[in-house]
Structures are given as C-alpha cells and as structure tokens.
C-alpha cells in the first residue's frame, strides 16, 4: 500500500471494542492516514453475528439495533474487502481460559501439563471460539489482528477467586512464552497475535487495576478495560497493519 493512501481499518468485536472507542473519545491513539469504523454487537446479541456467504451480518433485531449503536455509518454486513485490516478485539476469546490454568502448572506440580497437552489445549482452545474461525476466513484476503479479551481485573476479582485459580508469582518469561505459543498457532491460520501489553499485568496473570474499566460502571466488573487499555491495543494493531500493507 503507497505510503500516501489512507488505510481503511475496522475494529471488530463484542463489548471489549469500548475500551478502544473511549480511547478514540479521549485522544489517546493518533488516526493519520487511517479511516477507522467500528463493526460488531454487545452481550448476547454478539452471539447473532453469523458468518454467511464470505460475509458477517445480523441474524436477529436485537443484533441489528447494536451494531447501529456501535457502526452509525449504517454499515449491515462486513465483507474481507470492505477494509484493508482488520483488530478482532474479545470477540468471546478469553486469554484467562488457556493461559491461567497453564500458569498455574507452574506452581503446582498436580496441575502441571505436558507440552503436548498444552498444544491440544491451544487447539481447543482456538477452534472452540467461532469468531476466531471468522478470523481465519477474513485473513485469507486481508491482513488481521486478533487480541483476545485480557486478564480478569485485580482488585475486582475477589481473593478467593485469585488464590483458587490463578499463579500469583507467574513470571513475564513464562507469560512471553505462552504468548509466542498462541501466535504461532494463529499465525498457521494466517492470523496475527496483539497480546495482552506486559505493562497491564500484575500479580501473574491479572490485569492491573489501573486498566480496568471504571468500577462505578458496572459493579464488579472483573472483565472490561478502560481506555488506556484500549489505546495500547489499537496503537499496536495500528503500527502493525500499517507496517504489513507497506511491505505487501
């Protein structure tokens, strides 16, 4: 793609894209030479977003009130060719679910597992997530970025919960390498990995509460980020596609 063309960018998802449109909101990420729009639907109407035909589009009304909520350009369907790259943000992909209880392995040597089981788990893991299946259609045509939901949020998430599930003294390293695991699976489907930030985790695989979203919001909410969250992870979708359709 020529240095001077502005680059078409969409940002799909369910409820986790609100911590990258209130980054927008804030003027945190920089969108020089970039047109971004906003694609996808909240709760469980996320679950009528169905992959038909080569494209995504609303199943149910309820669907189709959310993603006029979420994309005002009046955008039905989402087809590879609409945009020249593409961020999945969450989209029911939940980094807790694969890398938690292999953190814990490391600490409890009933809960450790073989590297052969891990890479099964990966698998599972991926397969079982539709929007992730969509990821690998959608990347057969245009360049896509995947970061899966983050950590549950500390300090919201209960300490019963913290010590029943989660290795509070994982280390970077053993997080890195997890993450190199999970990129190189995706990247086998053509997709690419936007892991959780280092900078956000605390306690071996939590989100700091300094990125989660406000509290008073929504009362306990262990799940959703706030906009600093959503700035780190949009700027390095950014940095990346742009970087990749320069090269291609």
């Known amino acids: 793609m020529p240095l001077d063309k502005t680059m078409r960018f969409c940002v799909y998802g369910d ?22 729009e906003f694609w996808g639907a909240a ?21 189709q009130a959310h993603l006029a909520l979420i994309n005002p350009q009046g955008r039905s369907c989402l087809a590879p060719p609409d945009f020249d790259a593409y961020l999945f943000m969450g989209c029911r992909l939940r980094a807790a679910e694969f890398l938690v209880p292999v953190l814990r392995g490391y600490a409890e040597p ?23 299946r ?12 995947f970061a899966p939901a983050g950590f549950l949020n500390d300090q919201i998430l209960t300490e019963e919960e913290v010590e029943a599930t989660v290795n509070t003294e994982a280390t970077a390293q053993q997080r890195a ?15 690419h990995l936007i892991p959780q930030p280092e900078e ?13 979203a406000d509290p008073q919001a929504v009362e306990g909410d262990t799940v959703h980020k706030n906009a600093a ?6 700027n390095a979708a950014l940095s990346r596609a742009q970087a990749h359709l320069v090269a291609t």
């Open 15 to 36: 409820s986790h894209i609100a911590c990258v449109k209130n980054a927008l909101a804030e003027k945190t990420v920089a969108l020089d030479g970039v047109s971004l």
């Open 43 to 63: 709760g469980p109407s996320f679950r009528d977003l169905r992959f038909v035909e080569g494209r995504i589009e609303p199943t149910t009304p309820e669907a």
């Open 229 to 234: 969250y959503g700035a780190l992870i949009l």
């Open 134 to 145: 969509v990821a690998r259609e959608f990347a057969k045509e245009r360049p896509v970025f």
């Open 110 to 132: 009933a809960a450790f597992v073989t590297s052969a089981l891990r890479a099964l788990m990966l698998q599972r893991w991926l397969e079982g997530c539709r929007s992730y």
């Open 177 to 191: 390498d997890l993450w190199a695991e999970i990129g190189a699976a995706m990247a086998k489907g053509g997709v």
């Open 200 to 212: 956000t985790v605390t306690r071996g695989a939590l989100t700091h509460i300094d990125y989660a």
